[in-house]
């Protein structure tokens, strides 16, 4: 089983700041690597997939990179709706699927 | 616009059976090559998937549950369902259903999530 890690596990930030949320995983998963966002009462959201490539309809300031072992989720200029849980994903052709364990994001 | 809605019991006993249903509205499961997966969020932890099923009824599970977990389909009423035996406390979490276009493409589409607590 590939083992997603994510670090911080939990950051609060100011409004306009930037934030970095890495990624790692326990083998090389190519760029085969993706980005949701969790709030509550809502559906997840997917952010990016495939490491970097944006989703239709997602702000621009969330922007991923990374490939093999390593990724990083970046939001810049953040603002208060950001405030979430942001998990990645790794959906690399061994099963099983697998998620990292949660960031949560806290907008003083 | 696709949507996905969580459906069942809130409670279950341990030792019973946990069964939800997930209802698609606004796209076809049987007319449409996708897989129509099930994840879990236990409280204070990270997603854990569970499995999926492709719309023509082929399975794949996560070895840590596939002795316990039966995923099916029924095209007819446009659904998929989870029942999971001899749940325990662990069991307890929030289910998602979710759909993917293949095991290996990231879940688009997500329902709101239904919270499940297994206690006696």
């Known amino acids: 089983e590939i083992v997603l890690t994510q670090s911080p596990d939990f950051q609060s930030v100011t409004p306009k700041e930037k934030v970095t949320i890495t990624c790692r995983a326990s083998q090389s998963i190519g760029s085969s690597l993706h980005w949701y966002q969790l709030k509550p009462d809502q559906p997840p959201k997917l952010l990016i997939k495939y490491a970097s490539q944006s989703i239709s309809g997602v702000p621009s300031r969330f922007s991923g990179s990374g490939s093999g072992t390593d990724f990083t989720l970046t939001i810049n200029n953040l603002e208060a709706e950001d405030a979430a849980t942001y998990y990645c994903h790794q959906s690399s052709s061994r099963l099983p699927i697998t998620f990292g364990q949660g960031t949560r994001l806290e907008i003083k | 616009q696709l949507q996905l809605q969580e459906s069942g019991p809130r409670l279950v006993k341990p030792s019973e059976t946990l069964a939800l249903t997930c209802t698609v509205s606004g796209g076809s499961i049987g007319s449409s090559t996708y897989f129509w997966g099930w994840i879990r969020r236990p409280p204070g932890k990270g997603l854990e998937w569970i499995g999926s099923i492709y719309y023509s009824g082929s399975t794949y599970y996560n070895p840590s549950l596939e002795s316990r977990v039966t995923i099916s389909v029924d095209t007819s009423k446009n659904q998929f369902s989870l029942r999971l035996n001899s749940v325990t406390a662990a069991d307890t979490a929030v289910y998602y259903c979710?759909?993917?276009?293949?095991?290996?493409?990231?879940?688009?589409?997500w329902g709101l999530g239904t919270p499940v607590t297994v206690s006696s």
């Open positions: 979710a759909r993917h276009l293949l095991t290996t493409t990231p879940f688009e589409y």
